[in-house]
T-cell receptor, first 113, second 112 residues
Framework: NAGVTQTPKFQVLKTGQSMTLQCAQDMNHEYMSWYRQDPGMGLRLIHYSVGAGITDQGEVPNGYNVSRSTTEDFPLRLLSAAPSQTSVYFC????????????FGSGTRLTVV | KQEVTQIPAALSVPEGENLVLNCSFTDSAIYNLQWFRQDPGKGLTSLLLIQSSQREQTSGRLNASLDKSSGRSTLYIAASQPGDSATYLCAVRLQGAQKLVFGQGTRLTINP
């Protein structure tokens, strides 16, 4: 089925560990993005990309890195996990035009202890 | 700064009722508005997408309207069912910015 695939679905990390959250889409969307969802804070944009080789920061980029080597994949790297990064992470993609709607993945629930 | 507000934060109604969820936004410079559904512990499922030039969109028992000049959108759910229970989120796609701005959501419970 076409869509956005995120792995893993659940992850527990110790403070200071690093990891990569994977995101892949098969709709040939130019635009991909990462959001985090926290109680009382809603969904906030971490990083986004408008095409292969192009990335930019969103509202809450600190502690995260991204790269976009292909159209399909947009991994999110946590450099040194902190308890404040405990959250649910969503990847989303869309056509990079003003009319495009967003398709979201099923999320990764991350706990940092 | 664009702000999106959803009222009410929670709503509980008996099965079969028609209901309206509200979404308001402060800046009319948007490309479109999208309504999502989120079940507990799950991802976001897109329900309806309304372009800034459109007034409404319909899908089955769902109808969404958009009044860009007043900064308002409504999601109308007809003949509600227990399976409609979920959190409903609205989000606007900003002009000149690569992001969605979300409301806090309305948690809907349909009682059998």
């Amino acid at each position: 089925n076409a869509g956005v695939t995120q792995t893993p679905k659940f992850q527990v990390l110790k403070t200071g560990q690093s990891m990569t959250l994977q995101c892949a889409q098969d709709m040939n969307h130019e635009y991909m993005s990462w959001y985090r969802q926290d109680p009382g804070m809603g969904l906030r944009l971490i990083h986004y990309s408008v095409g292969a080789g192009i990335t930019d920061q969103g509202e809450v980029p600190n502690g995260y890195n991204v790269s976009r080597s292909t159209t399909e994949d947009f991994p999110l790297r946590l450099l040194s996990a902190a308890p404040s990064q405990t959250s649910v992470y969503f990847c989303a993609s869309s056509w990079n035009d003003r009319g495009g709607g967003y398709t979201f993945g099923s999320g990764t629930r991350l706990t940092v202890v | 700064k664009q702000e999106v507000t959803q009222i009410p934060a929670a709503l509980s109604v008996p099965e079969g009722e028609n209901l309206v969820l509200n979404c308001s936004f402060t800046d009319s410079a948007i490309y479109n508005l999208q309504w999502f559904r989120q079940d507990p512990g799950k991802g976001l499922t897109s329900l309806l997408l309304i372009q800034s030039s459109q007034r409404e969109q319909t899908s089955g028992r769902l109808n969404a309207s958009l009044d860009k000049s007043s900064g308002r959108s409504t999601l109308y759910i007809a003949a509600s069912q227990p399976g409609d229970s979920a959190t409903y989120l609205c989000a606007v796609r900003l002009q000149g910015a690569q992001k969605l701005v979300f409301g806090q959501g309305t948690r809907l419970t349909i009682n059998p």
